[in-house]
């Protein structure tokens, strides 16, 4: 149980496009998924809380209005990179609190290669 | 959450116990350890979490010191397919309301 699904396992987009990254809660409702990054080598840093019915909060040196998140209904959010550009080129993970509440489950992740 | 120290990198010989450190010095009472391991190009996967107690599960044991301020995680059996980061994370329960903070991790890899 618990599973999150992402969509899509790879994206590679041209500059300047808009790529959407959804990430689905498959068995279990979630009002709150997170979306992170992933450099080559690096840790996951989170990026941003998307909470079902009301706005996303960004950390810090995220910028809304390029990462744009919607949450519109207790088992989807969506992450949609507008602009693309390569520094973007990246991997994008999203994650949900297990129901149980004990710890949480991620998603496999998309890799985004902006050309 | 309290920061946590990890080795960079570890290996392990197939079909031996995996071993990992983590230190934990500024672990608070009411912080967890959680280990969530991550294999290359997926998502992290959550392993076990504990307080005080020792806990063990179909995947691995967790040994807490007494004090709290370390802690080991030992893969009973390793196979090639453990072969990931290990990511040692402490956080109090918020009934996941924030997301993770992660560190580097332990890069083990298993050696056939």
């Known amino acids: 149980g618990a599973v999150v699904s992402q969509h899509p396992s790879r994206v590679i987009c041209k500059s300047g496009t808009s790529v959407k990254i959804e990430c689905r809660s498959l068995d279990f409702q979630a009002t709150t998924m997170f979306w992170y990054r992933q450099f080559p080598k690096k840790s996951l840093m989170l990026m941003a809380t998307?909470?079902?019915?009301?706005?996303?909060?960004?950390e810090q040196g995220v910028e809304k209005d390029k990462f744009l998140i919607n949450h519109a209904s207790l088992t989807l959010s969506t992450l949609t990179v507008t602009s693309a550009h390569p520094e973007d080129s990246s991997f994008y993970i999203c994650?949900?609190?297990?129901?149980?509440?004990?710890?949480?489950?991620f998603g496999s992740g998309t890799r985004l290669t902006v050309v | 959450d309290a920061k946590t120290t990890q080795p960079p990198s570890m290996d392990c010989a197939e079909g031996r116990a995996a071993n990992l450190p983590c230190n934990h010095s500024?672990?608070?009472?009411?912080?967890?350890v959680y280990w969530y391991r991550q294999i290359h190009s997926q998502g992290p996967q959550y392993i076990i979490h504990g307080l005080k107690n020792n806990e063990t599960n179909e995947m691995a044991s967790l040994i807490i010191t007494e004090d709290r301020k370390s802690s080991t995680l030992i893969l009973p059996h390793a196979t090639l397919r453990d072969t990931a980061v290990y990511y040692c994370?402490?956080?109090?329960?918020?009934?996941?309301?924030?997301?993770?903070?992660f560190g580097k991790g332990t890069h083990l890899i298993i050696q056939p």
């Open positions: 994650s949900a609190p297990t129901p149980r509440g004990v710890g949480y489950t």
């Open positions: 998307s909470n079902e019915g009301s706005k996303a909060t960004y």
């Open positions: 994370i402490v956080r109090d329960e918020r009934g996941g309301a924030d997301g993770l903070t």
């Open positions: 500024t672990i608070s009472g009411n912080e967890y």
